[in-house]
């Protein structure tokens, strides 16, 4: 990369920041409160670009400031260009709550779903009394629902992420083989993954087959691939913080009779799913349009957790694809599509993608071939 596209590429990076930090403080105030204390770690790197493991970063106003400690002296004023960087001896939550009181903030919002009653405690108990019982107020989680909505530079890296996801899954389709442990399957998808340059995976590698396949979330084990059965493989790769899941089951030996039918349902549930994601509409309805599917072939008593959910820089983020909820999906959002079924002590089929909302539509980010496979 040459020095002016560097910069350039810098210059946007810092744009995309500032714009976040600014809707961050709008919503703040919508909130109540004249400034915002963020501590979880995701939220501070979506903010700042600051991605070491201890930090909390301050937003009062226009000014931004990131407390974090003398092990990310260097790393945080390369990352967090933009930001007043704090080298804390004390820790960094506790060394912002005292800096919001000297700065006369009157009342810091916090998220209440990322501080627990000991977190809070301390915090109150570092500043002074007259202020403490009213400085630090509750808000709802600000942060995640703005990250819900990703913007062009976030759909990218999560676009190249799954490509990623994709390229292996192409290759363990040459390496799947009777007898191998479900835990060698696992560790040659991972070793691959790190070797086509993912930072890591984005979450423990799935690899359940045989009866197995019917655990929806089966750790892979030292059991070994059967010679007739499905294999299912749910795993991620982290590409420049940002996580990509995906899904496929394919089948060992030849299938035994119904065993295609329960795949080919899963598989018309998923596509109505995914052809069912448009702005506008509810999370609720793309469930239902997977749900529906296998109701009608008598499977949705089998298909036991919701549609899906978003991804981004956490596996897990809003909005919750599930049954009745109203969460209206917007432009921008990446969410996963993975209806499953599990009959127990029998077998399990489960497809994943993740989905990109678009101004018209959804557009599968997982270029994946997801019909029938038999190896
Ligand atoms: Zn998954
Ligand atoms: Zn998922």
Not at 19 to 29: F, I
Not at 143 to 154: F, G, M, N, T, W
Request: charged content about 25%.
């Amino acid at each position: 990369m040459g020095g002016d596209c560097g910069r350039e590429l810098g210059r946007i990076r810092q744009m995309n920041l500032s714009l976040r930090r600014k809707m961050t403080v709008a919503a703040a105030k919508v909130a109540g409160v004249d400034a915002l204390l963020v501590t979880h770690l995701p939220d501070v790197r979506y903010l700042c670009g600051f991605t070491g493991s201890s930090g909390a970063l301050v937003l009062l106003g226009g000014r931004a400031v990131l407390f974090t400690d003398g092990r990310y002296t260097a790393q945080a004023r390369v990352e967090a260009q933009g930001t007043r960087v704090v080298i804390a001896t004390k820790p960094a939550v506790l060394a912002a709550c005292e800096w919001i009181e000297a700065a006369g903030v009157s009342a810091c919002g916090f998220d209440a779903t990322q501080t627990t009653v000991a977190g809070l405690e301390a915090m109150r108990k570092v500043v002074s009394a007259k202020v403490r019982r009213r400085l630090f107020r509750p808000v709802e989680a600000l942060v995640a629902a703005l990250r819900e909505v990703k913007d062009a530079d976030e759909i990218a890296l999560m676009r190249k992420a799954a490509e990623l996801g994709c390229g292996l899954f192409s290759g363990m389709l040459t390496y799947l083989d009777a007898g191998l442990t479900e835990v060698a399957v696992a560790a040659e998808l991972e070793h691959a993954a790190r070797l086509a340059g993912a930072e890591g995976m984005s979450f423990e590698t799935i690899v359940a087959s045989g009866a197995r396949s019917a655990l929806p979330h089966g750790r892979a084990t030292m059991l070994k691939l059967p010679k007739r059965g499905f294999v299912t493989l749910d795993f991620g790769v982290v590409l420049g913080g940002y996580c990509s899941d995906m899904t496929r089951t394919v089948h060992l030996g030849r299938a035994l009779p119904g065993e295609r039918e329960v795949y080919d349902s899963v598989l018309e549930a998923q596509m109505a799913a995914v052809g069912a994601v448009a702005p506008g509409v509810t999370a609720g309805e793309v469930d239902e349009a997977a749900r529906s599917v296998l109701r009608r072939d008598g499977l949705d008593k089998y298909f036991s957790h919701s549609t899906g959910h978003g991804v981004g820089l956490e596996i897990h983020e809003g909005p919750r694809i599930a049954a009745k909820q109203k969460q209206v999906l917007k432009q921008g959002m990446v969410i996963t599509i993975e209806p499953g079924v599990y009959i127990p002590d029998k077998f399990g089929i489960r497809i994943e993608d993740m989905v990109q909302v678009t101004a018209t539509g959804g557009e599968v980010l997982t270029p994946s071939v997801k019909a029938w496979i038999e190896l």
